[in-house]
């Protein structure tokens, strides 16, 4: 593949996308929705052998059920992208506006970012999902997903070029990298005279290959140790079953639960109470004094070194015992709490102390950390969920693939 005409391919369609009416967009994407539903057939047999290679390659199954479509995933699919039409469009839109002393108008108006790079692996709907969402706020796509789903990948990304064809918008509004070498990531990530913002969705290691290597800004997001702390004043029996919902509901999830805290003074009534509740289903991974208190629980070993460093997505937790709060965020601190944090509690003082403190994306108070999430939260559906600081934190919708522009208004004003 030329990636050097790929990115000005997409750059100057993201010019086109950039002046689209919202009527225009929405066109669009309902016809990529109806499309999706009308090649069903192919799109599901060009899945069948995606599932087909992935179970000949000794894929888990788990990660094969991650990878399959089926009619009602696909139903589901598209029906995501006909709430992406009822969004309220942020393009055009002014985040704020003052009148100066000299008379001009002044406002910071919305705009599309331009051209996005995303780089992702295995879930196939992935590929809708950002390009409904790109589309929505008028910027071009450039996608690499992995080569679990290549021939899924390939199918969706000619239904949305022919749809786009359709609705009079240029197909290369949404480009697939269409080989998996390597090297042509590589290539995506110098692309800094096309391509305005890179988002891997992937583990670590794929994060840290773009941070080193792009030229281009780059969105850090979907990979953080989580963590619930049991602060010794919280109602223990509700404490469980958010517990558990954090821990089994899906494991595999990047807001899924790693760490559990548990305060000293409950954690001899609370860790045989989690054990007993999630007995046969997750093995614990214990600190030495939570160990001695879980001692002869089924499933249970010691933590060893990096232990508390890892990202589960398994029914795999870590246990440990603190002596305060104060333990607890320092443990925290260390231990990459980027994503998504929980506390546990009946004291206001604790809850105030804890959401300040975590450096988190997504903090909660007696909620599970499941519930970082577009849909979740209302946005739609979400590009990745981003953990740094700049820009945009937690999942990203609508808004957070735009930036802005003042836009300063007079009457023939000169500056004095």
């Not at 000794?58 to 696909?74: F, H, K, S, Y």
């Not at 602060?231 to 899924?256: F, G, H, T, Y």
């Not at 990745?384 to 957070?400: C, D, F, N």
Request: aromatic content about 4%.
């Amino acid at each position: 593949m030329d990636m050097i005409k790929l990115g000005q391919s997409a750059k100057q369609a993201s010019f086109t996308l950039a002046t689209a009416s919202t009527a225009q967009k929405n066109k669009a994407l309902q016809i990529i929705a109806d499309e999706l539903e009308a090649n069903a057939d192919m799109i599901l047999a060009a899945n069948a052998k995606d599932i087909e290679l992935g179970r000949d390659a000794g894929l888990t199954d788990a990660l094969l059920d991650r990878l399959l479509l089926n009619e009602q995933r696909l139903k589901g699919i598209a029906d995501d992208v006909r709430n992406v039409i009822t969004l309220s469009d942020p393009v055009g839109s002014e985040i704020d506006s003052k009148v100066l002393e000299n008379g001009m108008s002044l406002s910071r108006r919305r705009v599309p970012l331009g051209v996005v790079g995303v780089i992702y692996e295995a879930r196939p709907n992935v590929t809708i999902d950002i390009a409904a969402l790109c589309l929505k706020t008028g910027n071009a796509s450039i996608l690499r997903g992995g080569k679990e789903t290549f021939f899924s990948n390939m199918e969706l990304v000619k239904v949305i070029q022919s749809a786009l064809d359709k609705a009079g918008l240029p197909a290369a509004s949404v480009q697939y990298i269409e080989k998996p070498d390597r090297e042509l990531v590589s290539q995506l990530l110098k692309l800094d005279d096309y391509v305005d913002m890179i988002i891997p969705r992937g583990g670590a290691g794929l994060h840290k290959m773009c941070k080193e290597n792009s030229n281009i800004p780059v969105i850090i997001g979907g990979f953080g140790i989580s963590h619930i702390f049991v602060d010794e004043s919280a109602d223990l029996l509700r404490s469980l079953d958010v517990v558990e919902n954090s821990k089994v509901q899906r494991p595999s999830a990047c807001n899924a639960l790693d760490t559990l805290l548990v305060h000293e003074k409950v954690a001899h009534e609370f860790l045989p109470m989690i054990a007993e509740r999630l007995q046969g289903k997750v093995t614990l991974v214990a600190q030495p004094a939570a160990y001695s208190i879980l001692d002869g629980t089924q499933d249970l070993r010691m933590a060893g070194d990096g232990d508390f460093d890892t990202e589960w997505l398994s029914y795999t937790l870590g246990v440990k015992v603190v002596t305060d709060i104060d333990e607890a965020i320092d443990h925290m601190r260390v231990h990459n709490a980027s994503h998504s944090d929980a506390i546990m509690t009946n004291s206001l003082a604790n809850s105030e102390k804890f959401i300040n403190s975590a450096g988190s994306a997504a903090v909660y108070v007696n909620a599970s950390t499941r519930f970082t999430d577009g849909a979740q939260f209302g946005l739609g559906a979400e590009v990745a969920v981003s953990t740094q600081k700049l820009h945009a934190r937690g999942p990203m919708g609508l808004e957070e693939l735009t930036s802005y522009k003042w836009v300063g208004k007079a009457d023939y004003l000169p500056r004095p």
